[in-house]
């Protein structure tokens, strides 16, 4: 089993819909929950960070986690053209070295 | 410079050649990573250096040799690659705080092996 889960998409949606993306994790001492938007051919950057059970908004972005279930979702609202890349999940054990573990990502392509 | 910078941003070289990626964090930052990124595969961190200490060695051959003279910069020693090393390779840094750890990337260093 994968330590960090998400369907790889394409997950396709047209333009002003909400986005939802998944991901699951298999260590019950996860910490802390991260969402990194990628652009083909650029380094990821940082969107949402969460660490309490529950929703946390931030703009047209919501992250959800659940630590019962083990998973954490990314909602994007009013989805956008430009919202198209890969957006990657991870994950930090409980450790003191700050490890992150990655998802393989899941592709979002927002169509006009 | 903001950010985190890396140089060079591509490079090509052959196996039996040696050379050094450079990382620098302009943040005030007291962690910095390194990672691979291959295709079709996920981020894989290769190692972590804690208020200049090296704290994680992720299993990575002995061909990649990291050193962190100082809290703002990393490196990375290359020498006698293999093709299959061909990937994008990553730095980061972060501000180190349990449970926080909000790590930010550099552009990469997209590196070819002959």
């Known amino acids: 089993q994968k330590e960090v889960e998400q369907n790889s998409g394409p997950l396709s949606v047209p333009e002003g819909a909400i986005a939802s993306l998944n991901c699951t994790y298999s260590?019950?001492?996860?910490?802390?929950f991260f969402w990194y938007r990628q652009y083909s051919g650029k380094s990821p950057e940082l969107i949402m960070s969460?660490?309490?059970?529950g929703d946390k908004e931030d703009g047209r972005f919501t992250a959800q986690l659940n630590k019962a279930s083990q998973y954490v979702s990314l909602l994007i609202r009013d989805s956008q053209p430009s919202d198209s890349a890969t957006y990657l999940c991870?994950?930090?054990?409980?450790?003191?070295?700050?490890?992150?573990?990655f998802g393989q990502g899941t592709t979002l392509q927002v169509k006009p | 410079e903001t950010g985190v910078t890396q140089t060079p941003r591509h490079l090509v070289m052959g196996m039996t050649n040696k050379k050094s990626l450079k990382c620098e964090q302009h943040?005030?930052?007291?962690?910095m990573y390194w990672y691979k990124q291959s295709a079709k595969k996920p981020l894989e961190l290769m190692f972590v250096?804690?208020?200049?200490?090296?704290?994680e060695n992720n299993s990575v051959p002995s061909r990649f040799s990291p050193e962190c003279p100082n809290s703002s910069h990393l490196f990375l020693h290359l020498h006698t690659l293999q093709p299959e090393d061909s990937a994008l390779y990553l730095c980061?840094?972060?501000?180190?705080?349990?449970?926080?750890?909000?790590?930010?990337f550099g552009p990469g260093t997209r590196l070819t092996v002959l």
């Open positions: 969460i660490y309490s059970n």
């Open positions: 260590d019950r001492g996860s910490q802390s």
């Open positions: 250096y804690s208020l200049e200490e090296r704290v």
């Open positions: 980061a840094s972060s501000q180190e705080s349990l449970p926080y750890n909000e790590q930010f």
């Open positions: 991870a994950v930090r054990l409980w450790s003191n070295t700050g490890k992150l573990i």
């Open positions: 943040l005030g930052h007291n962690a």
